[in-house]
């Protein structure tokens, strides 16, 4: 309920912001050049014309009946624009996430494992300036180094998944990295004193004085209480890993989401950026929604509805 | 503040490495920043084809771009930039922030529900999303993106002011000011505010460094400053296409936005060390 809340709150708020858009799609299509009447026969023909309201309702009945209209600039339906560009921007999110927690799961544990000691204080070090770096100058930096000095990897751009699962999966690494080294440092810095935090408690005393081995005690029962803040923070940094992915996908010049509403914000193709951006929006929601369930999975005490 | 506490205040930021570390970076760029006002070591504006691409030397420390501008010149010039956008947009969500955050926490009712789920709306947008949508508005363009990253940070203090402002409410001390009829307004400046500035001011220091990387990356997408004025963002941009002969061009201005970003997050969790020592030590 709170979830198409939420939703419905952001298209209201997405709407009344492209209403305010300054230039006209009409213009913007025809030119500069073109008469008044073309002007308004266009505006009339795209159905600019209607009041607002009517053409809020329209746009959200669409989406609930699967149809998001059509893009002013290409006359094309919205669909067959963002569908290729989910197509990258999704696999590309789901591969940055895996990989970030993955680096936040390695280092943090090591780190909280050997608190206090010099590798714990270096990895935190390192994670901190991985915080600093920004996504998109780790990109053109790995672009150098893999693409143009290696020649590992792709230094842009996508094959589409038709010419093979691994070709698409090695031009999306690179970007992928960019995105997770940021993101995974975060995390690192949250399992580490999550996982300290934990090792402080009762419980683990107790598995210890039975005389469970430190690694044990470890692997059964701290790092599952600990993950709780680790994946609040995981939901909440969705939200920038997107915003990440608009600006890594303009470095690796794919045609991702990022590229279709940078492209239809210049064109005033106020119809798809509405819908991409609603897209990215409830892409938060949902994950923060999963969080949520997460939470009873990881710890049942935490039944779904006292959250 | 006394003497003596004044003293121990200083203690605790010489004993604080991260503050001692952080703080220097921040000083060294605001340095740059300055003197870069008066001087910098060559031509930040002037283009001169006949310099272009000039390697290391000792009158261009780092090279010289494809304007024929000196790279070292341009850097210094971007931090002054940088410096701008942070203070601008901070002080912007700080005022329009905890301003909300205060009337909330203070008439609690539908006004905090009312502002506080329009911040909850503006968490489902990423922040560079919006500020890019926000650009989009009002044109691509260095005050723009100034505002746009400003907005952005009203619902980050609105949250924070009104949650640390809340539990200040229910303080005894606060009880005994209602007590002794002071009104609402009066108790939020006398005791509500000096209460959470700690907390703010680090809040401050770490959107700072969001905001020098929300710049960066909207002038490297082309809607944060334009040319000919020096941005890290840009420098970075226009780099890019020249990435396969002069390398070095799109590592400068990276580095210079790490160096930023990490010594104002350094100079942040030091001064959470010094102004709330309970907090760090539950850390």
């Not at chain 1, 303009?250 to 609603?278: C, Q, W, Y």
């Not at chain 2, 905090?112 to 968490?123: A, K, P, T, V």
């Not at chain 2, 890019?132 to 508005?137: L, V």
Request: proline letters at 4%.
């Amino acid at each position: 309920m709170t979830l198409l809340a939420t939703l419905l709150g952001a298209s209201i708020v997405i709407f009344i912001v492209m209403e305010i858009l300054p230039g006209d799609p009409a213009l913007v299509i025809l030119g500069v050049e073109a008469t008044d009447e073309a002007i308004a026969l266009l505006t009339t023909e795209l159905g600019l014309d209607r009041p607002a309201l009517e053409r809020y309702f329209d746009w959200i009945f669409g989406i609930l009946q699967g149809d998001l209209g059509n893009s002013y600039a290409y006359k094309v339906p919205v669909w067959e624009l963002v569908e290729g560009a989910l197509k990258i921007t999704v696999p590309l999110a789901i591969l940055s996430m895996i990989l970030s927690v993955a680096l936040a799961l390695v280092v943090g544990l090591y780190a909280a494992a050997n608190h206090n000691k010099a590798s714990d204080i270096s990895l935190m070090g390192i994670s901190q300036l991985g915080i600093s770096i920004p996504n998109f100058w780790l990109a053109v930096l790995l672009i150098l180094y893999f693409a143009v000095n290696l020649r590992w990897f792709p230094a842009g751009g996508f094959p589409g998944w038709d010419e093979g699962f691994w070709v698409c999966i090695k031009a999306l690494i690179l970007p992928a990295v960019a995105l997770a080294t940021v993101q995974g440092a975060i995390l690192a810095r949250i399992t580490r004193s999550s996982v300290l935090e934990v090792f402080r408690e009762d419980f683990v005393r107790t598995a210890r004085a039975k005389g469970l081995s430190q690694r044990s005690t470890l692997w059964l029962h701290v790092l599952r209480n600990s993950m709780i803040p680790v994946i609040t923070v995981m939901g909440l940094q969705f939200a920038n890993l997107l915003a990440g992915t608009v600006i890594v996908e303009n470095v690796f010049h794919m045609p991702g989401l990022g590229s279709t509403v940078l492209k239809a914000i210049n064109n005033r193709d106020t119809i798809v950026v509405e819908n991409v951006v609603l897209m990215l929006a409830a892409m938060v929601v949902v994950t923060n929604f999963i969080v949520d369930i997460l939470y009873a999975v990881i710890d049942p005490r935490l039944k779904a509805h006292d959250i | 503040m006394s003497s003596s506490s004044s003293q121990s205040f200083f203690a605790l930021c010489l004993r604080s490495r991260s503050f001692m570390v952080g703080g220097s970076i921040t000083a060294f760029l605001l340095l740059c920043a300055l003197i870069s006002l008066f001087w910098t070591p060559g031509e930040v504006y002037g283009i001169s084809i006949a310099t272009r691409f000039l390697p290391v030397s000792a009158q261009h420390w780092l090279g010289t771009d494809q304007f024929g501008r000196d790279i070292l010149s341009l850097l210094m010039a971007g931090t002054q930039n940088s410096i701008t956008v942070g203070v601008v947009a901070v002080s912007i969500g700080l005022f329009a922030g905890v301003g909300l955050g205060l009337l909330a926490s203070a008439r609690r009712g539908w006004t905090e529900e009312l502002i506080m789920r329009f911040s909850d709306f503006s968490f489902a947008f990423p922040a560079i999303l919006s500020a890019i949508m926000i650009t989009a508005i009002l044109g691509p363009g260095g005050v723009n993106s100034i505002i746009a990253i400003g907005i952005y940070n009203v619902p980050v203090f609105a949250r924070l002011t009104r949650g640390s402002a809340n539990a200040i409410w229910t303080r005894e001390y606060v009880m005994a000011a209602r007590a002794s009829g002071k009104g609402k307004f009066r108790i939020t400046i006398e005791h509500i505010l000096p209460n959470i500035l700690s907390i703010l001011i680090v809040q401050a220091t770490i959107q700072f460094a969001i905001a020098i990387l929300a710049e960066a990356a909207l002038s490297y997408l082309g809607l944060g400053t334009q040319p000919p004025h020096p941005s890290w963002g840009r420098m970075l941009n226009e780099a890019q296409t020249l990435m396969f002969f002069q390398p070095m061009q799109a590592v400068y201005p990276g580095g210079a936005i790490a160096l930023a970003v990490f010594g104002l997050n350094l100079l942040g969790d030091g001064l959470r060390d010094v102004l709330d020592p309970r907090l760090s030590r539950k850390r």
